[in-house]
């Protein structure tokens, strides 16, 4: 290992410099097209073995002991439970009964199909969880329908591909739970503050879709209102939806179950209606379990990277000498928090949310933590995590990269990608008015959270 010493040494950087230069490596890597997983346990590896001048003795040891405490953490178990109910709920058939019954309520207003597709994507984000897999599964319902009643390409893109964001917001939400295991908060009460933030996420596109329907009067068509008896009909043909939404989420505040035994009760109740519904062959049943098994290892790849990177963060000191920095300039905490914020709006563009929690989110925390909002430090913690998860995906639909945009288009090859673009800023402008409304006013979220 001689060599890896001269290396060191010829770099000649201390531990502190060290750290923040393996954050634009880090980027660089990404940028690269390497899997941000690898990509940060790589920048981990590397770092620890120059943080410790060449010897590569303690980063195996600490290899063998931080897979087993990462992995072994009981909270972790939640994410192939809720990622397994959200391929049960795609697979049941709840997309299309949702939307259908959306539909029928709304469907013969003005733009009312699209705002149709955002109601379906809040209630499937409600069993789901993701929101690139709401995007594409709702797409699959709801984009038939659109081009039928004359709806623009541009618009119906638009509109599934910001629908889609509501997925992660509306609990349960696997990135939720990550942020709770990260910064140490309850799962429970960060699912609790999303649903103000999600409620108004869905009817500020439902304005949005309002406004933009009467700017731009050829974007959309209309279609025959549905009788009464039609409307009660595809509504109660949702109650899968509402009964597990109900069992599961309301199950975990009442204090009857965990979280973990809520996202278990989850699928097996999802699984349960895709049975009886015809939808579950043992061919299906295989392939859901195959694709909640490749995601998850996926996640959990990355969290391994993500607490290796991190773990040589704090070796390094700079996250503390961040926070320190910030500090020392006396800035106020608004504007601290505000250049935060925008810093994961420009990134949550080119980089997928999950990754981007797990990457910043241990650098930003203790800044964030140190400030003086006028709450306590669980609130500030819970505020913060939901501003973060709203900014981060607001950059699914932010051109040039947003995934959703890229996702939506594929399933549409006929619409440019530039008339999506024009759309969805209408979109984004909805989500920035929010991010300010939530900013300005903290009680929004923290509305439902016990003092």
């Not at 290396?7 to 502190?16: D, E």
């Amino acid at each position: 290992m001689e060599w890896i010493r001269d290396i060191v040494q010829f770099v000649g950087l201390s531990r502190l410099e060290l750290g923040f230069w393996s954050f634009p490596i880090l980027l660089g890597l990404i940028f690269l097209r390497a899997p941000i997983g690898l990509a940060m346990f790589l920048c981990g590896l590397l770092g620890w073995i120059f943080a410790m001048n060449g010897n590569p003795t303690p980063i195996l040891a600490k290899l063998k002991s931080e897979t087993y405490t990462t992995f072994s953490n009981y909270s972790l178990t939640i994410i192939p439970m809720f990622l397994l109910m959200g391929q049960f709920a795609t697979l049941s058939g709840m997309s299309s009964a949702l939307f259908k019954a959306a539909e029928s309520f709304l469907g013969h207003r003005r733009g009312g199909v699209a705002m149709a597709s955002v109601g379906a994507c809040a209630g499937f984000g409600a069993i789901c969880g993701s929101s690139l897999a709401t995007a594409a599964t709702m797409s699959r319902v709801a984009l038939p329908e659109l081009k039928r009643y004359g709806y623009s390409g541009g618009f119906s893109t638009a509109t599934l591909a910001a629908g889609g964001t509501l997925g992660i917001l509306i609990p349960p939400s696997v990135i939720l739970v990550i942020y709770a295991i990260i910064t140490e908060q309850n799962i429970a009460k960060l699912f609790l503050a999303a649903f103000i933030p999600g409620i108004l996420a869905a009817l500020g596109y439902v304005i949005t879709i309002s406004i933009y329907v009467r700017l731009y009067p050829g974007s959309a068509g209309t279609r025959p209102a549905v009788p009464m008896a039609e409307r009660w009909k595809a509504l109660a043909e949702t109650w899968p939806v509402l009964v597990i939404f109900s069992v599961v989420v309301g199950g975990i505040y009442a204090g009857w179950f965990t979280p973990t035994e809520g996202a278990a009760i989850g699928a097996a109740g999802t699984g349960l209606v895709a049975l009886v519904g015809g939808n579950l062959s043992w061919r299906v049943l295989g392939e859901a379990l195959i694709g909640t098994a490749k995601t998850t290892a996926m996640i959990f790849f990355i969290v391994l990277g993500a607490a290796l990177y991190n773990n040589f963060l704090a070796l390094s000191g700079a996250p503390q000498f961040l926070a320190d920095l910030v500090l020392g300039q006396e800035f106020s905490p608004f504007f601290v928090l505000s250049v935060i914020l925008l810093f994961y709006l420009i990134f949550g563009c080119v980089m997928d949310s999950l990754s981007m929690i797990l990457l910043t989110v241990p650098i930003f925390f203790p800044v964030i933590s140190a400030l003086e909002f006028g709450m306590s430090p669980e609130h500030v913690a819970i505020w913060f995590g939901i501003l973060v998860l709203i900014v981060v995906e607001v950059g699914l639909i932010t051109p040039p990269v947003g995934m959703n945009l890229f996702i939506i288009n594929a399933m549409d090859r006929e619409t440019p990608m530039t008339e999506t673009y024009k759309a969805v800023m209408f979109f984004v402008g909805s989500d920035i008015v929010r991010v300010v409304l939530l900013v300005a006013f903290p009680a929004i979220t923290l509305f439902l959270i016990p003092a």
